[in-house]
């Protein structure tokens, strides 16, 4: 069965840079077609979607986080990474890694990871 | 954007019980809607995808209707598993793909 297992600093400074990584149990990085997603949950709130991209690249974020946002996809580790910049208390969140769902045109999310907690607080 | 308001925001039901809940787009969003199961301190698990697919290994009491801009997720013959919090996804436009607020069952 597929997993996806995140991980990171848990704690940052505001101005610091998130850097999480998501490693994938098997080959779907490699197959191809499937989009990979991070999405963040506040505590205590709703999903958002943060940004996804496929293992040839053509990333697609959020236009509200798109000047702070890198997502890339390094096959040879079966990674999925999440750079972040200029995070301020706004950005504390769990932040989850998803695949995209292959009949959804890749946009649903059918399998995630575990979740990350991230907390900014100086 | 395109904004995903669900009603409501908690429902009390008790076990058997058949739930209703609602998901209206913004906009149209044809038939590109997921809905999700959440329970705490766990991600969400992909239960319905085109509006009304029912995704692999999901209960058949979980049911999808709805295109356009309104939607509804059906719970029939509500079980101890279900109490959870239930949010609906557009994906019809990836720019950006948006969620609803989410709808909390609770026992009553």
């Known amino acids: 069965q597929l997993l996806l297992q995140g991980s990171g600093p848990g704690l940052l400074r505001p101005s610091q840079t998130l850097s999480l990584s998501c490693s994938v149990s098997?080959?779907?990085?490699?197959?191809?077609?499937?989009?990979w997603s991070w999405i963040r949950q506040p505590p205590g709130k709703g999903l958002e979607w943060i940004g996804y991209?496929?293992?040839?690249?053509?990333?697609n974020y959020n236009p509200s986080l798109k000047s702070r946002v890198t997502i890339s996809v390094d096959r040879s580790k079966n990674q999925v990474s999440l750079k972040l910049t200029s995070v301020t208390a706004a950005d504390t969140a769990v932040y989850f890694c998803?695949?995209?769902?292959?009949?959804?045109?890749?946009?649903?999310?059918?399998?995630w990871g575990q979740g990350t907690m991230v907390t900014v607080s100086s | 954007d395109i904004q995903m308001t669900q009603s409501p925001s908690t429902l009390s039901a008790s076990v058997g019980d058949r739930v209703t809940i609602a998901c209206r787009a913004s906009?149209?969003?044809?038939?590109?809607l997921a809905w999700y199961q959440q329970k705490p301190g766990k991600a969400p698990k992909l239960l319905i995808y085109?509006?009304?697919s029912l995704e692999s290994g999901v209960p058949s009491r979980f049911s999808g209707s709805g295109s356009g801009t309104d939607f509804t997720l059906t719970i029939n013959s509500l079980q101890p598993d279900d109490f959870a919090t239930y949010y609906c996804?557009?994906?019809?436009?990836?720019?950006?793909?948006?969620f609803g607020g989410g709808t909390k069952v609770v026992i009553k």
């Open positions: 906009q149209s969003v044809n038939n590109l």
């Open positions: 991209s496929y293992h040839s690249g053509s990333p």
């Open positions: 998803a695949r995209g769902h292959i009949a959804s045109r890749s946009l649903a999310f059918d399998i």
């Open positions: 996804q557009q994906y019809d436009s990836y720019s950006p793909l948006t």
């Open positions: 098997d080959d779907s990085i490699n197959r191809g077609g499937y989009s």
């Open positions: 085109k509006a009304s």
